[in-house]
């Protein structure tokens, strides 16, 4: 009067199979880009570690008065470095500027300041924490094409609001 229970055994494990894959899969994909998303932010705060902060005075007092003309109360760390060919800022607890040191050195006022308010610009607009949700969403629906789609779209968009706020001010 029992009832087989292989058989019942081998029909549950039978219908959650692929199911199982999938999530193995899922899994997987969400493991490696979240690994690669750490060891690309260590590498970042490594850099941001050993980098120098050695902006002439001049530089270091025009990005703290473009600080107070854009609203930025902290001022971010400024890290001069070889390692990067633009200007930009990472971080969304501890905002840190990296710029390239070949350009920086020459560099006239006018420009340093666009390149301060464009920056400072993502921090006080909110990008950065914007940024690392988007980061968190394409990790946990890495499968879905329209997320990896619209990526590019969203950086440009990023750019030009950045852009019309520095052409605000």
């Not at 607890?93 to 340093?112: S, T």
Request: with cysteine.
């Amino acid at each position: 009067a029992f009832p087989d229970l292989s058989r019942v055994n081998l029909a549950v494990k039978q219908s959650l199979s692929w199911k199982a894959y999938m999530l193995c899969v899922w899994g997987a994909g969400a493991i490696i880009l979240g690994f690669w998303l750490v060891l690309r932010l260590r590498g970042l705060r490594r850099e941001h570690l050993n980098g120098e902060s050695n902006l002439s005075e001049r530089l270091e007092s025009l990005l703290r008065s473009t600080a107070e003309k854009i609203g930025v109360k902290k001022v971010p760390q400024v890290i001069v470095t070889n390692r990067v060919r633009c200007p930009a800022v990472f971080g969304v607890f501890k905002p840190v500027l990296l710029l390239p040191a070949e350009k920086i050195e020459q560099i006239n006022d006018q420009d340093a300041e666009h390149i301060f308010l464009h920056e400072l610009a993502h921090i006080k607009r909110g990008d950065l924490i914007v940024h690392a949700f988007y980061m968190i969403l394409q990790i946990a629906y890495w499968f879905n094409p329209l997320l990896w789609l619209i990526r590019r779209h969203l950086q440009n968009l990023r750019e030009l609001c950045c852009d019309a706020t520095v052409a605000r001010i």
